[in-house]
């Protein structure tokens, strides 16, 4: 033993410690999700930096915008596109940029805030229906199957009717709408989940329902829910914009989408072109974005949609 120490010792350079080893990188979650987006799914991450720049241009809607969205010139009636007016006026003299950018604002915020309650009641549905089963599932099937079977555009006419039009009654009516419909693709994420060894575990050991659902069901059931919530968001969108084109959506004077092209798109559409082209490019634009993205997002999440490399 006493030979190898001073052979070991012989070895190294005097005043030399040994070499160590690099540390390995550790990249996040994010930088993987980035990563991974920008190499295997690049329709999907140019819908991401697309759906950026609309929430950016929602949320900063003051500061972009050239004009006020109501800002009058009637000297500067329905003018073509310009440098001054990179999307042209309407038949007041209002920039359509401008109301164009402040229609981003309220379909992001009616996007927003319908995808997050459609996501937290399709969740709370869903996993109830599948982790419970029997009487439980049954009952709460059959009242889905009640609730999909009226059609979603004459509820929403029926409810802007009774309690009039706004964005509280258009975010609370739509996130019914789409959360109950979507509760069947949690529910079938939960059933499969329900029969794994780890949940038959945790109920030997005691742990309450309430537990196992947090701990080790709702987390299994994420990725169907992130989908659900992208896809939620260009679909309220859309519903949104056709309230607002049947007259029903956002009052006046907020300009919303759906709104200038049923409003002075439609009027003055064979005068001024750009009054219809320019909402419903906006509003093309971002459902697509935000569909490719909740497409490639699925992909990414779901390992049977991977595919082999």
């Avoid at 309220?106 to 997050?116: K, N, R, T």
């Avoid at 996501?119 to 059959?142: E, K």
């Avoid at 537990?211 to 829910?225: F, K, M, Q, S």
């Avoid at 989408?257 to 798109?265: A, E, V, Y």
Wanted: with cysteine; net charge positive; glycine share 12%.
């Amino acid at each position: 033993m006493a030979a190898n120490m001073q052979i070991h010792q012989a070895v190294q350079a005097p005043g030399l410690a040994p070499a160590a080893r690099p540390a390995p990188v550790r990249h996040g979650k994010f930088q993987w999700f980035v990563r991974k987006l920008l190499r295997e799914k690049r329709l999907g991450a140019a819908g991401f930096m697309i759906t950026v720049v609309f929430l950016c241009c929602g949320l900063f809607a003051d500061a972009l915008a050239p004009y006020g969205m109501n800002e009058v010139d009637m000297g500067a009636r329905l003018q073509a596109p310009s440098w001054a007016h990179p999307f042209g006026t309407d038949n007041l003299g209002r920039d359509l940029l401008s109301r164009c950018i402040y229609g981003a604002q309220i379909s992001v915020v009616i996007g927003l805030m319908v995808a997050a309650i459609s996501t937290c009641i399709s969740a709370l549905v869903g996993i109830v229906s599948g982790y419970f089963g029997g009487n439980t599932d049954m009952l709460v099937q059959r009242f889905v199957d009640a609730w999909m079977s009226f059609p979603g555009l004459i509820v929403l006419i029926v409810v802007a009717s009774v309690f009039g039009s706004g964005i509280t009654q258009i975010i609370i009516t739509l996130g019914l709408l789409i959360g109950i419909g979507g509760s069947r693709i949690v529910r079938s994420a939960v059933v499969s989940v329900r029969e794994d060894m780890y949940i038959h575990a945790a109920k030997s050991i005691g742990a309450s329902p309430l537990r196992i659902l947090w701990r080790h069901v709702l987390p299994n059931v994420l990725a169907p829910l992130i989908v659900l919530f992208t896809s939620s968001v260009g679909t309220a969108i859309l519903a949104e914009s056709g309230l607002s084109f049947l007259g029903l959506g956002v009052p006046p004077p907020h300009p919303t989408w759906g709104g200038m092209l049923s409003g002075n798109g439609r009027t003055y559409m064979l005068q001024g072109p750009w009054l219809a082209l320019a909402p419903g490019l906006c509003l093309t634009l971002a459902v697509y974005a935000i569909n490719v993205f909740g497409d490639a997002l699925r992909d990414m999440l779901d390992p049977r949609m991977r595919g082999a490399r």
